[in-house]
């Protein structure tokens, strides 16, 4: 019976992909993991959202998780694929394009011998440091965190070296003077006195602020640079021309919408709403205002890499150079083709 319906579902599949193609010729296929919601992340919703990957011929294959899940969503599926794969027929496809934190993929690919396949950024969302350190309640400043818990994700990410960076202006050893405590940066950990501090997203200083916990830094205000959200890619990937046309089309698509997002807050304000899963208008105005530093021109972080390499220096991130990381080649192409300026115009 299995094999019957595998039968069904594979001929079925067929007949779907060839109306599909005959009707869209042009479209290039990708798969693209957009991961968690946050507002660096918000410009490639918009981008699927308003049908910006379609305007530029791709027929992308969208995951996602929203802030409220660590489910992941496959969205863009035909029914058919949806079912082949519920039922194991058919295998779900890696990602062409990751959507994540740079420095922790350097992080990881440098200094974990089992760790992920090397992967290069094309364009990056998130350059500058940017979040915030919320305090328990009782504490005021940040000298009191001096021996006390920080919390922040996982080792590597981008609140890891913002707890890195905290020590390094307070003049403490991170060893000896802080305890970094990781899966410890949602306010969870603050409300039951887990950890004295954490640094924490957009979503969590909007919600500390709605809560009234103290902020004790806004790290903008300390000029820092990081290697954030970034487009990847598996190395050697855009060797190949029908890939590299892909990823051309995918940062037309995700350029455009970052400048949806700066020229355009409400259509921010309504894709947060319904993908993001926000409903206080002013939650979202909060996050909306960490996303002031996207960069219109989303070259790779070059300083944010070099600083990443600081953090976690080692002979084995010695034997590293920043260029390993990244390609800005087609980055290069757009801006000098005068693409980016036209949509500010």
């Avoid at 206080?280 to 960490?290: C, N």
Wanted: aromatic share 8%.
């Amino acid at each position: 019976v299995l094999k019957s319906c595998a039968l069904l579902l594979s001929a079925a599949m067929m007949v779907s992909c060839g109306d599909r193609a005959a009707s869209d010729s042009a479209a290039l296929p990708l798969v693209f993991d957009a991961g968690r919601a946050t507002v660096s992340k918000l410009p490639y919703i918009i981008a699927y959202d308003q049908g910006l990957y379609e305007k530029y011929g791709l027929d992308v294959e969208l995951r996602f998780r929203d802030s409220g899940s660590n489910d992941q969503s496959a969205i863009g599926l035909g029914f058919f694929t949806k079912m082949m794969r519920k039922f194991d027929i058919s295998d779900s496809p890696d990602a062409d394009i990751i959507a994540s934190g740079l420095g922790p993929a350097v992080v990881d690919s440098t200094l974990n011998a089992l760790g992920k396949d090397h992967l290069v950024a094309m364009a990056s969302t998130d350059c500058v440091v940017r979040v915030h350190i919320i305090g328990r309640e009782g504490i005021t400043r940040l000298d009191q965190l001096k021996g006390g818990r920080i919390g922040v994700s996982s080792p590597g990410t981008t609140t890891d070296i913002v707890a890195l960076m905290l020590a390094e202006r307070m003049g403490w050893d991170p060893v000896q003077d802080i305890s970094i405590m990781y899966n410890s940066n949602e306010l969870e950990a603050l409300r039951h006195n887990a950890v004295d501090a954490i640094v924490g997203s957009e979503r969590s200083y909007a919600g500390a602020k709605r809560e009234g916990l103290p902020i004790l830094a806004a790290t903008r205000e300390w000029d820092e640079v990081l290697a954030g959200n970034s487009s990847r890619i598996q190395s050697g990937w855009l060797d190949d021309e029908t890939n590299r046309e892909a990823a051309r089309r995918f940062l037309k698509a995700t350029i455009e919408g970052i400048a949806i997002f700066h020229q355009q807050p409400e259509i921010a304000f309504q894709v947060m709403e319904e993908w993001f899963g926000y409903r206080d208008i002013e939650f979202m105005r909060a996050v909306y205002a960490q996303g002031a530093w996207i960069p219109k021109t989303p070259y790779p972080c070059y300083d944010g890499l070099r600083r990443t390499a600081e953090f976690y220096d080692s002979a084995a991130m010695r034997r590293t150079t920043p260029e390993d990381f990244f390609d800005d080649s087609i980055m290069r192409e757009l801006d000098q083709s005068g693409f980016i300026d036209a949509l500010y115009q």
